[in-house]
T-cell receptor
């Protein structure tokens, strides 16, 4: 069955370190998204991609970067982790280009920055 | 500007009661989609429903029903005869032409046995 996976599921790191969160989908979806979830804020969009080599900034992109070298993967990198980036991170994917479709979410990664 | 408001932060009901979760949205686009997701205590996000702006028919799926009213920019979600397993955080989301979602802040529903 098609799915979307995230790794690691839990990560503890120190301030200033570079961290990469992986997202892999087997839906063959063109659109991929990264969100962070914080209490009182719901889910906020960090970065998104509409296809290979395409990346765009979302609402809360400062301190984060993504790259899309293939259809299946959209890794999220925190260049220099900060305590304010402690959060739960969700990856999602949707449809094919040109078609609005439902986003399917990965299981989430809980990141703690000490 | 696009915005989704879920004014109810937390709701508690006793099992078998009906409960309605409110969702109010703002958009200037004439074509848009609205969604509801459930986030149970285990943390995953589960898709419940998608509705496009041209379809104002109410929808019922088992104990779940959705009331979409463009006149009031609302897309409310009702659970009939609630059960403990319905306890979760419920999110409403809006998508208008860019495949990106705008999420509300969520409503935590507690169903007490």
């Amino acid at each position: 069955d098609a799915e979307i996976t995230q790794s690691p599921r839990h990560k503890i790191t120190e301030t200033g370190r570079q961290v990469t969160l992986a997202c892999h989908q087997t839906w063959n979806h063109n659109n991929m998204f990264w969100y962070r979830q914080d209490l009182g804020h719901g889910l906020r969009l960090i970065h998104y991609s509409y296809g290979v080599h395409d990346t765009n900034k979302g609402e809360v992109s400062d301190g984060y970067s993504v790259s899309r070298s293939n259809t299946e993967d959209l890794p999220l990198t925190l260049e220099s982790a900060a305590s304010s980036q402690t959060s739960v991170y969700f990856c999602a994917s949707s449809g094919v280009a040109g078609i609005t479709d439902t986003q399917y979410f990965g299981p989430g990664t809980r990141l703690t920055v000490l | 500007a696009q915005k989704v408001t879920q004014a109810q932060t937390e709701i508690s009901v006793v099992e078998k009661e009906d409960v309605t979760l409110d969702c109010v949205y703002e958009t200037r686009d004439t074509t848009y989609y609205l969604f509801w997701y459930k986030q149970p205590p285990s943390g995953e996000l589960v898709f419940l429903i998608r509705r496009n702006s041209f379809d104002e028919q109410n929808e019922i799926s088992g104990r779940y029903s959705w009331n979409f009213q463009k006149s009031t920019s609302s897309f409310n979600f009702t659970i009939t005869a609630s059960q403990v397993v319905d306890s979760a955080v419920y999110f409403c989301a809006l998508e208008a032409g860019t495949y990106k979602y705008i999420f509300g802040t969520g409503t935590r529903l507690k169903v007490l046995a």
